[in-house]
């Protein structure tokens, strides 16, 4: 076995251990010696010289990058996520001919899926769906993120918050945590607008808060134009909706001038 | 046509007649052209031999047997050679470096491509393709430019890479566009970058302009362009004309798309449900299945929208029941559903949470609004965009219609047309 190989593999057993025992501080030190080793093969990205352990070198690799995504959910580190997540796509992608698919790739994209969905960046997680085949939506794991996209869209909110009981992967939690908080903003948004009061209670319920206390912090915390009286959470309209009254001359003249100047030219 | 009679002792013929026999180019490109009977390889010798003293071929002429030879070898449906000579026309592209071939050299990029397309091993050009662009730009081959980006964003739409395409287009030089058909193609390939990444207002303008510039014969090309823009008209929430689908030659292949839109139009969950399962095929080799599933929340969106102008008020189980959502808590879905089209202002009510209804406020005079102003706008700025495109398609013969045009007169029509330009320009500079 080549020597290089031997270090990174016992290196990573060593991680594999860490990481079991949760001890992460540990697990970050050994992955950043992981990936600087990492860089001495021939073999990865963006290279991919046909070397006799190429296989195995590709295999290791996958692996790692594969619990380094693991590892940054778990610390909970969005950033090194998405940093992680780039440098094993082209695992995904590029080496389909050359070593046997990762059990690990679905719950993984749809781990990605979940991730551009929480930080709101809708039109990314479309492109990232695209390069899926359509085998890969029958998938739970990337099937999971799809429909949560569709519920967060329609607006069907408790079909989102229900979803938190049926991941897929114990992973997931963390990003449904922080989806849970993005939920409860888009509630709160849509209530103001729909309703004109509820009752304490209810508004307790839909916000998903244990106590009262809790919702009271909220409203002061987040919307303090709300008003509570009488047992009721009373949301102020009076700002919203007066027919135009007033013309808007600026954008008007603005318009008018432009015509001007465009039939002038076209005459 | 002239392409059918394209036969391969013409061919052969033509290749003893411009290639001096026994050069490189002429062995290469005559093993590509197989031998028939003894009389046509007689004629060959007769016509070669009187032709001889071509003894140094132009590169142009060269280049342009190398073009027939592919188109002939795609017409006889032998890929794998065409994929040959391809790659060694490519090859010999890269050694010459003159204007005068560069127009040839932008369909041979084309065919090229083609060949890749038609044994399914674009991924294999993508590198090649790039080098021969970067090459392009350094020689300034603007057709070449255009070409080449066109064949590299389909290379990348082939599978499905659309943020590496969005990368390459938006850093990738443009230029007033030089061919009509190139430009159609860039606007289409836009447009379906732009309708994934979820742009759909840029989307519709791209894919609509690419319908309407391409020309009448380009029948797939128009068909492909209709599908996608009916798609995204339906998800800015706009119901295409029947006449979209009923044009000349399209109705059977625009079928699909058609019976989607009348679910989409009444609003109906359970027959769009029918509709997508009925055409999954056709959907998903038109790999447009992922776009079909994001129209269910405009289905829903207008099925509301019908109810909500129906009725004053009615129960939120009444609502969950129309919409037909089938989950195990209908009405706290239909609750948030119709909460969320409040607040993104697609219907008018307001819910009564202690009794369960949705109260739907009288509509208010639209004319009192700046509702029809705006519209009356985008009409406006859409003609005149017209036009403005229009002066500027507009292509005059050099000297044709002043042929007494004095110098000075002509100086200083020039820099009255420059100023135009340049005023065009600064206005949608503007504008952006």
Known sequence: ??????????????????????????????????????????????????????????????????????????????????????????????????????????????????????????????????????????????????????????????????????????????????????????????????????????????????????????????????????????????????????IPSLQLINQTLSYARELERIV | MLRRKLRAPVVSSFLAVALPPGSDAHTRLSSYVPKEDEHEMDVDTATSAAQVPAKHPLPELEIYCYLLVLIFLIDQKKYNEAKACASASIARLKNINRRTVDVLASRLYFYYSYSYELTNSLAEIRGNLLALHRMATLRRDELGQETLLNLLLRNYLHYNLYDQAEKLRSKAPRFEAHSNQQFCRYLFYLGKIRTIQLEYTDAKESLLQAARKAPSTARGFLIQCNKWAVIVRLLLGEIPERTVFMQKGMKKALRPYFELTNAVRVGDLELFRTVADKFASTFSSDRTHNLIVRLRHNVIRTGLRNISISYSRISLPDVAKKLSLNSENPVADAESIVAKAIRDGAIDATIDHANGWMVSKETGDVYSTNEPQIAFNSRIAFCLNMHNEAVRALRFPPNSHKEKETAEKRRERQQQEQELAKHIAEEDDDDF
């Open chain 1, 1 to 246: 076995m080549d020597p290089q190989l031997r270090e990174v593999t016992q290196l990573f057993e060593r991680f594999k251990a860490a990481f079991l025992r949760s001890d992460f501080d540990t697990c970050t030190n050994l992955l950043s010696q992981l990936k600087v080793l990492l860089t001495k093969f021939p073999s990865l990205p963006p290279s991919f010289q046909r070397t006799p352990n190429a296989v195995e070198e590709l295999t290791v690799a996958r692996d790692i990058y594969e619990h380094a995504v693991v590892l940054s959910v778990k610390t909970e580190d969005q950033d090194a996520f998405e940093r992680d997540f780039f440098q094993l796509k082209p695992y995904y992608t590029d080496t389909c001919g050359i070593i046997p698919p990762s059990p690990q790739e679905y719950p993984i994209l749809g781990l990605n899926l979940l991730r551009l969905l929480v930080q709101n960046r809708i039109a990314e997680f479309h492109t990232e769906l695209e390069l899926l085949p359509s085998s890969a939506l029958e998938n739970p794991c990337i099937k999971h993120a799809v429909e949560l996209e569709q519920s967060f869209m329609e607006g069907a909110y408790n079909r989102v918050l229900s979803a938190r009981q049926t991941v897929p992967h114990e992973t997931y939690v963390y990003f449904m945590d922080l989806l849970a908080k993005t939920v409860r903003d888009e509630i709160a948004g849509c209530s103001e607008k729909a309703y004109d009061y509820l009752t304490i209670n209810d508004a307790k319920k839909m916000l998903m808060f244990s106590s009262e206390q809790e919702l009271f912090q909220y409203i002061t915390e987040e919307h303090p134009d709300w008003e509570t009286k009488n047992g009721c959470v009373f949301f102020q309209k009076a700002k919203e909706s007066q027919p135009s009254k007033e």
